[in-house]
């Protein structure tokens, strides 16, 4: 329900790694499935991966599939997304999110916080 803190977003060159945590001061994220979410100027926003709640279970966009892999700590009350092998395309600005799982869907649930900038630029 509530927006989530997003951070470790940088600027970095093509190829390199990039971990992004998610948080809720508020409220434990254990239970709840957790999804990252991109947003590029110009463009939409775009799902890029989710995590579920109870067993863990991770969720990739066909544009992160491959170079991107969600975690969680519960003990730390954090959500990871690592990104390796970035690419100029994944430039925008990163945003976590509790996400509702329907048969074959996902959607974002919650306030959108501010979001935290990656940018990948030579």
């Known amino acids: 329900q509530a927006r989530l803190v997003e951070s470790g977003g940088d600027l970095v060159q093509p190829g390199d790694s990039l971990r992004l945590s998610c948080t809720s001061p508020?409220?434990?994220?254990?239970?709840?499935?957790i999804g990252w979410f991109r947003q590029a100027p110009g463009k939409e926003r775009e799902g890029v991966s989710y995590i579920s709640g109870y067993v863990s279970t991770p969720y990739y966009a066909d544009s992160a599939k491959g170079r991107f892999t969600i975690s969680r700590d519960n003990a730390k009350n954090m959500v990871y997304l690592q990104m390796d092998r970035l690419k100029p395309e994944d430039t925008a600005v990163y945003y976590c999110?509790?996400?509702?799982?329907?048969?074959?869907?996902?959607?974002?649930?919650?306030?959108w916080g501010q979001g935290t900038q990656v940018t990948v630029s030579a």
């Open positions: 508020t409220f434990a994220l254990e239970q709840y499935a």
């Open positions: 999110t509790t996400v509702v799982l329907e048969r074959g869907s996902w959607t974002p649930f919650g306030s």
